[in-house]
């Protein structure tokens, strides 16, 4: 069916009853302002806000963050820690080098020992005793009894007692000093071991040895008054009027030969061998070990992935 132009022109135009009646039931069914924000309201109530919602509100993308040096661990701690194995490496280095020291020393006092022994010239100089110390040598004389020392107190077996000290004097009137050995204390009398304390001309055999050092925990000698606490070649030898000359008597110990010598208040002498301690090992042990143990902490304490590193970096606009 075509309609006309003249038609479609009055449907159109304003004043067309059928346009006015549908107008207004379209503005009829469209909802007011009044009528939607109670709906709007009832909407957004039923989510959370979010930091979004916020007309100010600027996200991580939008501002770059600042970094921080979140590894900055490198204090006094750490330092000490790496210089503890360098230090422990050095010590262990060092006493491989004692070690290779200390056995050659004792080797060639152990060629010494085996060697016949010497007899002791009359007068010696002791500059050159570190040269022959631990050599074994004999001399002949007469013990002055009446100039003995006892230094101590000293330990044998569990024991308490003191070392005997008695000068040598020889036919040219020279003395030496006699290191003779332990003596328990309830024979320091001399009347209690006469057996001890032998007369006339005898043969002294022992090792030359070089003079003592006192530690710091030795108290000093009181020579005034008898007390002798470690044996002071030099001190000994002034008051005696001896050589600076130390001797140490031998005795080739063994159990029987022990007791009765202690029992008859016969000094005990030392046996003829190396008294040197050689622990050097073990020093070497503890060292390295202790250089391993402080390089593995510091290794991980270096890797130990840095601790709070979210709270250590901050958002900041002014990047």
Do not use: C
Request: aromatic share 8%; hydrophobic share 40%.
């Amino acid at each position: 069916m075509r309609v006309s132009p003249s038609l479609l022109r009055y449907l159109r135009s304003a004043n067309n009853p059928a346009i006015h009646h549908a107008q207004s039931l379209h503005h009829a069914a469209r909802p007011t302002p009044t009528t939607r924000m109670p709906l709007l309201r009832r909407f957004q109530s039923s989510f959370p806000r979010q930091p979004a919602d916020s007309p100010g509100f600027v996200s991580l993308v939008d501002a770059p963050v600042q970094l921080v040096r979140a590894n900055k661990r490198h204090g006094l701690g750490l330092i000490v820690l790496a210089i503890i194995p360098l230090t422990a490496f050095a010590l262990g280095s060092w006493q491989v080098q004692r070690l290779g020291w200390k056995t050659e020393l004792i080797a060639r006092y152990e060629d010494r020992l085996v060697r016949d022994p010497l007899p002791l010239p009359p007068t010696i100089d002791p500059s050159v005793v570190k040269d022959f110390d631990y050599r074994r040598v004999w001399a002949k004389g007469t013990l002055r009894h009446d100039q003995e020392i006892l230094v101590g107190p000293r330990v044998h077996d569990g024991e308490n007692g003191y070392s005997v000290i008695t000068p040598l004097e020889r036919k040219d009137g020279s003395k030496i000093l006699i290191s003779r050995g332990w003596i328990s204390k309830e024979k320091l009398q001399q009347s209690s071991r006469p057996l001890g304390v032998p007369q006339g001309e005898v043969v002294i055999e022992g090792l030359l040895r070089e003079p003592f050092e006192k530690n710091m925990f030795t108290p000093d000698n009181k020579p005034e008054e008898g007390l002798w606490y470690f044996p002071d070649v030099a001190q000994m030898a002034a008051q005696s009027g001896s050589q600076a000359v130390w001797i140490e008597e031998t005795f080739g110990q063994d159990m029987m030969g022990t007791l009765d010598r202690q029992a008859k208040g016969i000094p005990i002498g030392r046996p003829a061998e190396v008294n040197l301690r050689n622990n050097h090992t073990q020093y070497i042990f503890t060292w390295y070990a202790l250089a391993a143990a402080t390089s593995i902490m510091f290794y991980m304490v270096v890797k130990k992935p840095a601790s709070g590193l979210k709270s250590r970096v901050r958002a900041s606009k002014e990047w």
